[in-house]
């Protein structure tokens, strides 16, 4: 039997959770998913905002905002009374939706400016052409900006519902460690080794501090990447310890709120073989983090096309008006979609198959939406999503 998700599960989800974060693989649908939850939780009456990672523009647009950056954005009113309207179903009064995408560096910079003892540090840590690196392109910077950004934003009494579209990173679970990687990145031996000779020389860099074995090794750096880039280096991590004891604590404050009830871990997959496998692994990697999960959706299913002649005379039977055409061309046409419904089922059976495969694995309530004909544009197309995801009210 093909398996779904209950009725009331999701719709459970969004009613009573306060943060749900849209777990899985690049080009699975996160961020659809994620702005159509939104938008339900809106209808239903909850103040939302959906974190968003990278949106393709048409989303945006469907959303009837501009181009999304790290400012918050309100979502029309008119837009979910057009969503409601294509759902056919009245939206509950109250119910709003902000919009924001997150910017990396932005986000690194918040923290620094909150984190930083004074103005002056701040300013020297902001110039410093090493952390402008960090802050824009160090591997797991992007992942502990997002989480460092849900957590400011769950302190916040202004939103009932926070929704997040997770980075779309090699690795989808790399979020979870990326708060503590960047604490030990700093408190690396290497990098205090690089840090001695500036902290004894009180703010110059002085090879002649590390010995001899040292100096050999930083002079053979220095002639590859420049003694001022080294120097830079240990300014850089000697300032930021000012403001690493912050990070740190943003890191466990992120960790137990990922691990609090009021949170909900959705799966996104596809039915394909190598997507269904990396949602067993974010399965069991949530799971042994002790994350709370909430369910799981498989996008872009192909579903089998209803029984229809695919052969000439019944074909004419059933749509007498094809009777004018040529007998030659109506063959050809019935040809093709015999060809077209074989291929169709074929690839029906192979995604019921994964998805069956999925829920044998993973005892998660589980939801499939369908491949549409066009991506997601407008209300119309959301609205279809929406009503795979939870079906619309009697």
């Not at 709003?96 to 984190?115: E, G, H, I, P, S």
């Not at 540090?121 to 989480?147: D, K, P, T, W």
């Not at 990326?178 to 004894?200: F, N, R, T």
Request: net charge neutral; hydrophobic share 45%.
């Amino acid at each position: 039997m093909e398996p779904k998700l209950r009725d009331s599960s999701l719709a459970d989800v969004i009613s009573r959770k306060r943060i749900i974060l849209v777990v899985g693989s690049g080009g699975v649908g996160k961020t659809t998913t994620s702005a159509t939850l939104g938008l339900l939780a809106a209808l239903r009456g909850k103040r939302v905002l959906v974190l968003t990672i990278d949106p393709a523009r048409r989303l945006a647009d469907a959303l009837s905002v501009s181009a999304l950056n790290h400012d918050i954005q309100k979502v029309p009113e008119e837009r979910l009374r057009v969503l409601a309207q294509a759902r056919g179903e009245a939206p509950v009064p109250g119910g709003t939706l902000d919009a924001m995408m997150l910017d990396q560096k932005r986000a690194f910079d918040d923290l620094v400016t909150r984190y930083a003892p004074d103005p002056k540090l701040r300013e020297r840590v902001f110039r410093n052409q090493i952390y402008q690196q960090i802050s824009s392109a160090l591997a797991g910077s992007h992942e502990y900006a997002a989480m460092s950004r849900l957590f400011e934003l769950s302190q916040l009494d202004r939103y009932d519902l926070l929704v997040m579209d997770t980075p779309p990173t090699e690795n989808a679970i790399d979020f979870l460690d990326a708060p503590q990687k960047m604490s030990q990145a700093v408190d690396s031996e290497a990098i205090q080794w690089i840090m001695k000779p500036y902290l004894q020389q009180a703010g110059s860099f002085s090879l002649r501090l590390l010995g001899m074995g040292g100096t050999l090794v930083l002079k053979g750096l220095a002639r590859f990447v420049g003694s001022d880039f080294l120097s830079q280096v240990a300014e850089f991590f000697v300032e930021f310890q000012a403001v690493l004891a912050g990070f740190r604590e943003r890191a466990q404050k992120v960790t137990t709120l990922l691990q609090k009830p009021e949170v909900s871990f959705l799966l996104a997959c596809s039915p394909e073989s190598l997507s269904i496998d990396e949602a067993l692994y974010f399965y069991e990697r949530l799971s042994r983090a002790k994350m709370p999960l909430g369910g799981c959706i498989v996008n872009r299913v192909h579903t089998a096309l209803p029984d229809v002649p695919t052969e000439l005379e019944p074909l004419l039977k059933q749509r007498p008006e094809l009777s004018g055409y040529a007998t030659d061309d109506l063959q050809q046409l019935a040809e093709q979609l015999g060809r077209i419904y074989a291929e169709q089922r074929i690839l029906a059976a192979n995604d019921a198959a994964s998805i069956a495969r999925l829920a044998k694995m993973i005892p998660l309530p589980m939801c499939q939406v369908p491949l549409l004909p066009q991506d997601v544009h407008d209300a119309g197309s959301i609205a279809a999503v929406s009503k795979h995801l939870i079906p619309v009210q009697s």
